[in-house]
């Protein structure tokens, strides 16, 4: 690889390297701009208690009749998500919708006398409030003796569950408007590559083959840093993590962090007395460490029995989402532009602690090192330093009193796209 100097910056050669940088689709890149989406997780496990459905409760026993999916709705806008990802079917099999392919669902209990149909309620509910919606359909699925990925024991039982599932992923795709986002939670191994191309040629899809994202490797709600956005194709294929990431990778493929509101670790909501929300300030964290090192923050809430996401819980995210306004909703100063040095002057001279970077992804993920500098007491004095920028870097300073702040790109391949440098008040 060629490097050049400019202006006390390595970069390498324009033109062909430049050009073997992966790159994201226009689809990819507006699922980055949302930064936040509402995970949702009901179950017949939430009436048990427990993670994952052992079909222990009578049908006649489910019966949400609080539920309002406009609330769900409501939570997911005052957390400042863009999306709720629900999930239609889990391990277990129950199908929150009017399903053809199963006696295992919302159709066999007394809500709204086995006429509901919660995808139905929440697709107008999503669009109402300028929401989008995703779905989780479970390739395994206990009712049908499919194991993770959609494996069945026989070759006559996998045709049966292909068939099964292929027209699941169907009525999902084409009763309930646009879906952006299908999460194939383990891995998929069932083909479905056509109905995704006929019925949902611009939806994210999280694992499979197919897959557009990927996930972050753990469920704490972080990613590492750097987080590089692409991966090596072989990567993608197999099942890629953030583990995979490399700033040389063929295969555009960008982390979404999934994690929980509630400690201990539940998904779903439950009457265990253990089960705390978690602290604002650890949620914050969170969001530091996702969507300030790149990633996509998923973050769940759990309806009750009632089909009501509980008030404690609403008044959490909302907190969550305020908070998250309070320190990014309005800039000190902020600019753009291309090349290895970029330089802010702020209206006044004021103290700082944050500062956000982003690169024009368009061109590919360009900067591989840079370190930003204050204009403090008559010379430049640095921030803070790191390595990928990305879709967007929040970085944490010692409050520090500036009237000039300037990024300098240390290395990166061809000349850096900033798409916006930003300084803000200390949290």
Same mark, same amino acid.
């Given at each position: 690889m060629?490097?050049?100097l400019?202006a006390?910056v390595?970069?390498?050669?324009?033109?062909e +390297? @430049?050009?073997?940088l &992966?790159? $994201? +689709?226009p689809?990819?890149a507006?699922w980055q701009d949302m930064?936040?989406e509402?995970?949702l997780?009901?179950?017949?496990c #939430?009436?048990q208690?427990?993670?994952y459905?052992?079909?222990s #409760?009578?049908l006649?026993k489910?019966n949400?009749?609080?539920?309002?999916?406009d609330q769900w709705?409501?939570?997911?806008?005052?957390?400042? &998500?863009?999306q709720?990802?629900?999930v239609?079917?889990h391990?277990?099999?129950?199908?929150?919708?009017q399903?053809e392919t199963s006696?295992?669902?919302?159709?066999?209990?007394?809500w709204r006398g086995?006429?509901?149909?919660?995808?139905s309620?929440?697709?107008?509910?999503?669009?109402?409030?300028?929401?989008k919606?995703g779905?989780?359909?479970?390739?395994?699925d206990?009712?049908h003796?499919?194991? +993770?990925?959609g494996r069945?024991?026989?070759?006559e039982?996998?045709a049966?569950?292909?068939?099964?599932? %292929?027209?699941?992923? +169907?009525?999902?795709l084409?009763?309930y408007g646009e879906?952006s986002e299908?999460w194939?939670?383990?891995?998929?191994m069932i083909?479905v590559?056509d109905l995704? *191309?006929?019925?949902a040629? %611009?939806?994210?899809i999280? !694992?499979?083959?197919h897959?557009?994202?990927?996930? @972050?490797?753990?469920e704490?709600?972080?990613?590492?840093?750097p987080?590089?956005?692409?991966v090596?194709?072989?990567?993608?294929?197999r099942?890629a993590t953030a &583990?995979d990431?490399t700033?040389?990778g063929n295969?555009w493929l $960008?982390?979404?962090?999934?994690t929980?509101n509630v400690s201990?670790?539940y998904w779903?909501?439950? !009457?265990? $007395?253990?089960r705390?929300?978690r602290?604002?300030?650890?949620?914050?964290?969170?969001?530091?460490?996702?969507?300030?090192?790149?990633?996509?923050?998923l973050?769940n809430?759990?309806?009750d029995?009632?089909?009501l996401?509980?008030e404690?819980?609403?008044?959490?995210?909302?907190?969550?989402g305020?908070e998250?306004?309070?320190r990014?909703? *309005?800039s000190?100063?902020?600019?753009?532009g291309?090349?290895?040095?970029?330089?802010?002057?702020?209206?006044?001279?004021? %103290?700082?602690g944050q500062?956000?970077?982003?690169e024009?992804? %368009?061109?590919g993920?360009?900067?591989?090192?840079? @370190?930003?500098?204050?204009?403090?007491a008559g010379?430049? *004095?640095?921030?803070c !330093?790191?390595?990928?920028i990305?879709? *967007?870097k929040?970085?944490?300073?010692?409050?520090?009193?500036?009237?000039r702040?300037?990024?300098r790109?240390l290395?990166?391949v061809?000349? $850096?796209?900033?798409?916006?440098?930003?300084v803000?008040?200390?949290?």
């Amino acid at each position: 690889m060629l490097w050049i100097l400019i202006a006390g910056v390595l970069c390498a050669g324009a033109g062909e +390297t @430049v050009d073997r940088l &992966a790159t $994201p +689709t226009p689809e990819q890149a507006a699922w980055q701009d949302m930064e936040l989406e509402m995970f949702l997780c009901l179950d017949p496990c #939430t009436w048990q208690n427990r993670e994952y459905d052992d079909h222990s #409760t009578p049908l006649p026993k489910i019966n949400p009749e609080r539920l309002d999916t406009d609330q769900w709705a409501r939570v997911a806008a005052s957390m400042g &998500a863009k999306q709720i990802l629900f999930v239609a079917k889990h391990t277990g099999g129950f199908c929150w919708w009017q399903t053809e392919t199963s006696a295992y669902g919302v159709k066999e209990t007394p809500w709204r006398g086995g006429k509901g149909d919660v995808l139905s309620d929440l697709s107008a509910s999503c669009r109402k409030a300028g929401l989008k919606l995703g779905v989780y359909l479970s390739p395994k699925d206990d009712h049908h003796g499919a194991d +993770t990925g959609g494996r069945c024991k026989t070759p006559e039982a996998q045709a049966k569950y292909d068939a099964i599932y %292929r027209q699941q992923l +169907t009525e999902l795709l084409t009763r309930y408007g646009e879906i952006s986002e299908v999460w194939y939670d383990g891995g998929l191994m069932i083909e479905v590559g056509d109905l995704l *191309k006929q019925h949902a040629p %611009r939806a994210m899809i999280f !694992q499979g083959k197919h897959a557009t994202i990927r996930w @972050v490797g753990n469920e704490e709600g972080f990613a590492p840093y750097p987080a590089w956005n692409a991966v090596d194709e072989t990567a993608r294929v197999r099942g890629a993590t953030a &583990a995979d990431s490399t700033p040389d990778g063929n295969a555009w493929l $960008p982390i979404e962090v999934d994690t929980v509101n509630v400690s201990p670790h539940y998904w779903f909501w439950n !009457q265990h $007395p253990d089960r705390k929300l978690r602290p604002l300030e650890e949620l914050m964290d969170c969001y530091y460490r996702s969507v300030g090192h790149g990633a996509v923050l998923l973050l769940n809430q759990s309806p009750d029995t009632s089909g009501l996401i509980p008030e404690a819980d609403a008044r959490q995210a909302a907190a969550f989402g305020a908070e998250i306004q309070r320190r990014f909703g *309005k800039s000190l100063a902020e600019t753009a532009g291309p090349g290895p040095v970029l330089e802010l002057t702020l209206p006044q001279a004021a %103290r700082i602690g944050q500062v956000v970077t982003m690169e024009d992804l %368009r061109g590919g993920e360009r900067v591989r090192a840079y @370190v930003i500098e204050g204009w403090v007491a008559g010379e430049w *004095k640095a921030l803070c !330093q790191g390595s990928a920028i990305g879709h *967007k870097k929040i970085d944490r300073i010692e409050p520090m009193d500036v009237s000039r702040v300037r990024l300098r790109c240390l290395q990166a391949v061809g000349e $850096p796209q900033i798409r916006r440098l930003a300084v803000y008040a200390a949290p």
